[in-house]
């Protein structure tokens, strides 16, 4: 009796798990919820917390023991989903980003999606230009601390921001250029909304990078974004399908496929493979409600998801929420929440809108801030998406010759390296610098452009040639040789195919033999079931087998008959 009371108090201090979720200005808010609590519970909570009312563009994300990303789903219990143990720690995140920014409604939500971009801006997320760079980073620079002012901002006063992973001075000067002589006059929320507004025209905006290989296994980055699905190459896009040519999302264990009609007489196929069977089924999950999202009309025409074609194997999503033309259609009033020093007329308990920063050491303050968050998030925020390094300003912006005869800039991305994904690092890196410098060596393998690492081993092969000198066609002979683990899982690959093909066929055939069984029982007059009704194996099968097992089941009934009536 004591173990049984014992017992059920432990049971009842497990009933409440605490939760951390760090928003997007990095600060935290912390609950307590009931061990069967649901998704959507939490997420109400932080709306309400934040005021949030246009929420349908945010999802919370989280981490598994195994590093690999999900996005909680609202519809499912919260300690069901998390594989580790309490307390559980997840992010507030944009997971469909507006196709338009400028139209929402609410200065709350433009100032969150604001913080994500200019968040995927520092991580690396979103390429661009050097030009591009420049005034997306006067823009930030105009909101944090307003209007130049020569006592307040000395030389050099740009560099004390982190904009990007890495920059270089000239990029600052030309920052401080904008700032000072384009800029001034503007308002936090107009360069706010000026900086999403030029963001969004970049074709990496709203990009959430899943690394993965081709059939080439050449690595590759698919992302999904507001106006369809994107496939990054070393820094190129080599694909990008609209949703409306998108038609199906399959994936089988690490295999991924795409199915799109671009015309009549068009149609592909594009098949990916990722590092793991969950990477992959994220990366399907992820396709599958940014396509209802964005492709639909109306939720009410999503419908359950299935990755295969078999009914009894794989598995079944369906995307619950609104769709993007529903949440934008929404014409109730909103009242925007303003920032500090205006009249609220509804406060903003969390997001820490107002004062600015307007002094150097403040500034280096919230600097130290973004790197030690960035550390922790490298911890908590992390998976299976791909990392670049910091790059030096050798490789990021580089130009194929530096300065043009003209005097007009030409920039060119960065690449994107193969590594494990830490959010302290780029994912995607933001170009940041142009100078004249030339490539250490020839980025080109099989006609695309390598990755950082291949950089650095094309570095190490330079350094070498000096010893032994090997050539570029050695390296790519040792590159193009397949791994023994490769060949391996191949063979596994076919062994459960032929596997599931074996119990597919005996399956069928017992089905076939179980209606074959019913048919020739019936009292069905049909030529085929009178000839084998008239058979010497058939008349053994019926008086041996089927009349005695009729009997029996006959009986069985008029038993329960007779067992309910005395009831």
């Known amino acids: 009796m004591l173990s049984r009371l014992m017992s059920s108090s432990i049971r009842s201090l497990d009933r409440e798990y605490n939760c951390t979720v760090r928003l997007l200005d990095d600060s935290e808010y912390t609950c307590t919820i009931q061990r069967d609590a649901k998704g959507q519970y939490l997420f109400d909570l932080i709306c309400h917390h934040l005021n949030l009312l246009e929420k349908d563009y945010f999802g919370i994300r989280y981490v598994d023991p195994d590093k690999q990303r999900h996005w909680l789903e609202f519809s499912k219990s919260i300690a069901k989903q998390m594989k580790s143990q309490p307390p559980f720690t997840m992010c507030l995140r944009v997971k469909f980003y507006p196709p338009d920014p400028v139209s929402l409604k609410e200065e709350i939500t433009r100032y969150l999606v604001f913080l994500q971009v200019k968040r995927d801006l520092y991580h690396g997320r979103l390429l661009c230009k050097t030009s591009d760079a420049a005034l997306l980073a006067a823009y930030i620079l105009q909101a944090e601390i307003g209007d130049y002012d020569p006592g307040k901002h000395p030389e050099g006063y740009s560099s004390k921001f982190q904009f990007f992973p890495k920059h270089s001075e000239k990029l600052e000067r030309r920052i401080a250029e904008i700032h000072k002589t384009e800029l001034i006059g503007q308002t936090p929320e107009t360069s ?10 970049l074709e990496t905006y709203g990009v959430d990078p899943h690394p993965c290989k081709d059939v080439s296994r050449n690595p590759a980055f698919l992302a999904f974004t507001p106006f369809g699905f994107t496939v990054l190459q070393g820094n190129r896009r080599i694909h990008f399908l609209t949703w409306e040519e998108v038609t199906k999302l399959k994936f089988e264990a690490k295999t991924f496929h795409i199915y799109a009609t671009q015309s009549e007489d068009r149609k592909i196929i594009l098949t990916y493979f990722a590092p793991t069977p969950e990477a992959c089924k994220h990366l399907w999950k992820c396709g599958v409600e940014n396509q209802a999202f964005y492709k639909l009309e109306k939720s009410s025409q999503v419908r359950t998801v299935s990755s295969s074609n078999l009914f009894f194997k794989g598995s079944r999503f369906r995307y619950s929420g609104k769709v993007a033309k529903e949440v934008m259609e929404q014409i109730q009033p909103f009242y925007s929440c303003p920032r500090a ?16 920063l307007t002094s150097v050491p403040r500034t280096r303050r919230r600097a130290v801030h973004i790197s030690i968050m960035e550390g922790l998030e490298s911890l908590r925020d992390s998976a299976h998406s791909t990392p670049v390094h910091s790059v030096s300003h050798g490789d990021s912006f580089m130009s194929s010759r530096g300065q043009m005869d003209d005097g007009s800039e030409a920039s060119v991305s960065a ?9 302290s690092d ?16 020839a980025r080109h393998l099989n006609g695309a452009p390598c990755s950082i690492d291949e950089e650095k081993e094309s570095g190490s092969m330079r350094e070498g040639q000096a010893e032994s000198g090997p050539s570029r066609r050695a390296l790519r002979k040792v590159r193009s040789k397949p ?16 596997l599931r093909l074996f119990l597919v066929t005996i399956g069928l055939l017992f089905a076939l033999l179980l209606l074959l069984i019913m048919l020739t029982e019936s009292d069905l007059d049909i030529a085929f079931l009178r000839d084998i009704r008239k058979t010497p194996e058939f008349q053994q099968f019926h008086f041996e087998y089927f009349c005695p097992l009729r009997q029996w089941f006959a009986c069985k009934l008029r038993w329960m008959g007779g067992f309910l009536v005395s009831k």
Do not use: W
Not at 426 to 436: I, Q
Not at 483 to 498: A, G, R, W, Y
């Open 426 to 441: 780029s994912v995607l890196p933001t170009p940041v610098a142009e100078h004249g410098m030339e490539m250490p060596l």
């Open 415 to 423: 690449v994107i390296s193969d590594e494990t994904y830490s959010p």
């Open 341 to 356: 020093g205006m009249v609220p007329s509804r406060s903003c308990p969390s997001i820490t809108h107002g004062p600015r």
């Open 483 to 498: 791994s023994p683990s490769s060949d391996v899982e191949e063979l596994n690959k076919f062994i459960l195919s032929v």
């Open 192 to 201: 706010e909304l000026n900086f999403l507004q030029k963001a969004q025209t």
